[in-house]
């Protein structure tokens, strides 16, 4: 048994498949997850897992490079959004229309749908380099979120 971590197979067998330049979404419950695309399901119910549980159990496990999410959720979501502000100090931040994040959708390596509701939670994750001097900017401490 994993000593700690994500302990979802599907998830843990994701993340861990990942390579520099790789992405992925997290995305809320309602979002048109494409048919080619892996789908990882967390949902349980409607808010369970929200988007904040899924992405600190996520960043424990990987290092991200940059994020990419809805250019909408700043006026739909502000909450969301300036939780991803905090959270996401040293990474490049990118806000498109929501319309092209569902393309970008379709060449993800897969999509974690979570139990969200609130307004535009999708968010773009890209894979950092394991390399150590590469790596160390955007390093974040779960246990800060």
Same mark, same amino acid.
């Given at each position: 048994?994993k000593k700690?971590?994500?302990?979802? *197979? *599907?998830l843990s067998? #994701?993340?861990?498949?990942?390579?520099?330049?790789?992405y992925?979404? !997290?995305c809320d #419950?309602?979002f048109?997850i494409?048919? +080619?695309?892996?789908?990882?399901?967390l949902?349980?119910? $409607?808010?369970?897992?929200?988007m904040d549980q899924?992405l &600190?159990?996520i !960043?424990d496990e990987i290092?991200? *490079? &940059?994020?990419?999410i809805?250019? +909408?959720? &700043?006026d739909?979501?502000d909450e969301g959004?300036?939780?991803?502000?905090r959270v $996401?100090?040293n990474? &490049?931040?990118?806000e498109?229309s *929501?319309?092209? !994040?569902?393309?970008l959708?379709?060449?993800a390596k $897969? %999509?974690?749908?979570?139990? +969200?509701?609130r307004c535009?939670s999708?968010i !773009?994750? +890209?894979?950092a380099s394991g390399?150590e001097?590469f790596k160390?900017?955007f %390093? %974040?401490d779960?246990?800060?979120?």
């Amino acid at each position: 048994m994993k000593k700690r971590g994500v302990i979802n *197979q *599907q998830l843990s067998n #994701a993340l861990a498949g990942l390579g520099h330049g790789d992405y992925f979404l !997290l995305c809320d #419950a309602g979002f048109p997850i494409p048919k +080619e695309v892996e789908r990882v399901d967390l949902a349980l119910t $409607f808010g369970i897992p929200n988007m904040d549980q899924c992405l &600190k159990a996520i !960043l424990d496990e990987i290092v991200v *490079q &940059k994020v990419t999410i809805a250019k +909408e959720m &700043k006026d739909l979501n502000d909450e969301g959004y300036q939780f991803l502000k905090r959270v $996401f100090k040293n990474q &490049k931040l990118c806000e498109i229309s *929501q319309a092209e !994040l569902v393309k970008l959708a379709d060449n993800a390596k $897969f %999509i974690v749908r979570s139990g +969200e509701l609130r307004c535009y939670s999708n968010i !773009l994750l +890209e894979a950092a380099s394991g390399v150590e001097t590469f790596k160390n900017d955007f %390093i %974040i401490d779960p246990a800060q979120i």
